[in-house]
Each structure stands twice: as C-alpha cells, then as structure tokens.
C-alpha cells in the first residue's frame, strides 16, 4: 500500500502517526518486567483456587487469555502451554473453584488501588453472538454488538471508574424468561435452583446492593436500557444513590423552571409547561442556554460537548415521575455511528453543577473503552462454554486477567500498547 501524499510525505512522517509508532515501541525490559509483575499479581489471587491443579490451570488460563492467541479458548491455550486440552476445559467449564471468592478478592484490590469517592458504579450489558441454542440463556434477543436481534447471550456487568483508570466489579448472565421457565434446559445447563427469571434492571440493583457500600463512590451510571426504567430511577433514589443515566429522546418531560403560557386577564388558573418529548424541548432552547465543555482527553484529542440541565418531570403513561434533571450533551465531534444528541436523567442527594453532571457521564465511556479493551486483549468473548457455572468462571477468569491489564496502565501513567 502506498502510504505517500501528494506532497510526497510519508503518512508515518506525520506528527500524530510518529506519536502512535512511539508508543507502540515496547521495550525487552518492558516486556520482562510485563512477566515478572504477572507472576507477582497471580500469587495474590492463586489462594482463592483451593487445589493445587486449580492454582496450576488458573495461571495456565489467564496467561492465555493476555497473549497474543488470535482465539482464547481452551484448546489454542493448552496448546501453547504445552498440556491436554480435558483438564483445562474441566476447570473452565465446570471446575469446582468459587469465582465469587475471587472477584471478592478482587473488588477489594480495586478499591484499594483507585477507591475514590468521587467515582462512579457503572451498570453495563453486553452480548455475545452465538450459533444454536445449547448455550445457557441463548434467545433470539437484542445483540448491541450487531445493532440487531440476534441469537446470542447477554450479560450483566458492574463497572468502576475514578480519575486514576477504571476497573470491572462483577458480572451476571441474564437468563430470559423463557429459559428460567424450561426445567430441562436449566437442567443440561446446571442453573441452580435459586436462579430465577429477573429482568436486568433488577440485577443491577442487586449488584449496587451487594458491593455499592464496600466500593467509594458519587454515582451510579448506565445506558438508557437502565435510564428508560422509572422503577429502576425510584430505587436508585430510595438508596440514596445519585445517578446520571441515558434516555431516549422520546422521553416525555415537563421543564419545572420555565413560565407557563400567560394566562388570560380572568383566569387565575396556575398554569404550568406542557410534557414534551426530550428531543423537542431541546430543540427549541436558544444558544444562550448551551455551554461548551471539555469532558476528557480522548485518544483522538480532546472530547469537548455542547450542554444543557434543567429540572423536569417525566410522565410514563398517566404516571408524573419526581423532580428530576434533564442533561442534554451534542458532541463538538462525534465519533462515526455516535448520536449526534444524548439524553440523560440524573438526581442527585447533593446540590450539582452543570459541570459534575457532565463530569459523572463521561465515566460511561471509560467503561465502553474498558470492554473493548476485555474483548480485544483479555478474551471476554472467547469462550465456547455452555453452563451457567462454565460461563461465570470464564467471565470471572477473563475479568481477572482484565484487571491485571487495567493495573499495568496504572502504572505506567498512559495506555500501553497491546
């Protein structure tokens, strides 16, 4: 491929291309310290492995899932190490080990690395494609990854992210309404008993409950598949949980700061907004109610928005929801496929700003660049389990070797290359 312009500069001659080909240089010493720090993580984590083949399989399986395999499944992993592929699909898929007390192990070395009370408790789904219909929770459902339906799994993920980096917390398979009801599904698949059909929303307040008060934090945040939820907003607030969280822009709202339209000289009537769609109300505000905003330091540059707040109500069917804040952003550059205008409702237990509003949702794309990173480098995806058990440890496995990567950026100060 010919890499020259017109003028006869070689595109690698560029001052953002020499940039990137200098952080991509990796170092023997680098690379050799890499080793040495991934020995030093494992031996925190090897005890929660009780059997000295688990601890043996375990170190054997996050290795794989941080090299450069083009497919992180057991057998390329086996091979590589040089073992049989049995053994290792055994303690993935069905292993007697507690991944719960290894991701407890690991919460608490997050907080203790980036605890931050400022910082946010990310709610995040994600599908994974898959062919047939053996793998546990497998339906035809909404596949973001696609943009479409599709047959595929869905999980349930609880993120961190402070100003230091961003880490994952824990993870949960939904299991659609018709798999929980199937006995001999459930059966081939192992689900235990006390799994039942809930819809995702409600694992995720579940999981704010179980480690929302050992992990430091201001907020929680989430995609509108949680924002959309007026439940899902009440419980937050019952919590006493300040949240910045995405909506459609066909959420109806009333603004509670505007005027109503003038009465009539003998009409004492209180006269108050109309409900709205979120979009046309945002539509209609003039440039004065708009302010530019920087929001990080992007791979790209800087990410700046336009943005707006103002108090409403919601009004879902006949039901008129509490006083909320509407926050609308428009990207100064939005990224290919990005929206153009976001939506989001937010409460919070304090008096805010404008800026810590569009502060706390910017901790959403921290999380959108942690799992590419997971599925990219740590193997999330990479899995041909079909249990429930077997999909928990992969996930719980990947996460681990995932925090070791999120660890590694900590210290260096800057994004690593692969």
Known sequence: MDTTEATGTSLLEQPEAAALLGDAVVTAGQVKGCRQRLVKFMQRYLPWFYRKEQRQ????????????????????????????????QTFVGAGKWDDQAVLGKLRRDVVAAMGDV???LVLDGSAFPKKGSHSCGVARQWCGRLGKKENCQVGLFLAYATDRGQAPLDRRLYLPKDWAADKARRAKCHVPRSVRFQESWRMGLQMIDAHGRQVPHRWVVGDDEFGRVQVLRTGLRERNESYVLDVPCSTV???????????????????????????????????????????????????????????????????????????????????????????????STAPVTLEQLVAAHGRRQQIEQLFEQAKGEAGLDHYEVRSYVGWHHHMTLSLLALWFLCLERLGQGKKLPR
């Open 57 to 88: 399989h375990a170190t054997i399986v996050i290795e794989g899932l941080l090299s450069g395999l083009e497919r992180k499944t057991a057998e390329p992993i086996a091979r590589e190490h040089g073992v049989p592929r049995k053994p290792i």
């Open 118 to 120: 400022a910082g946010a």
């Open 253 to 347: 709202v009333r603004e509670l700061t505007a005027p109503g339209p003038t009465a009539g000289p003998n009409d004492n009537r209180r006269r108050v907004q109309p409900f709205v769609r979120a979009e046309a109300w945002a539509a209609a505000q003039p440039p004065d109610r708009w302010r530019d905003m920087f929001v990080k330091a992007g791979q790209k540059g800087p990410i700046r928005v336009r943005a707006t707040m103002t108090a409403v109500r919601t009004m879902l069917g006949t039901r008129i929801g509490p006083e909320e804040w509407l926050l609308v952003l428009r990207p100064l550059h939005p990224q290919p496929g990005a929206p153009a205008v976001s939506y989001h409702l937010a409460w």
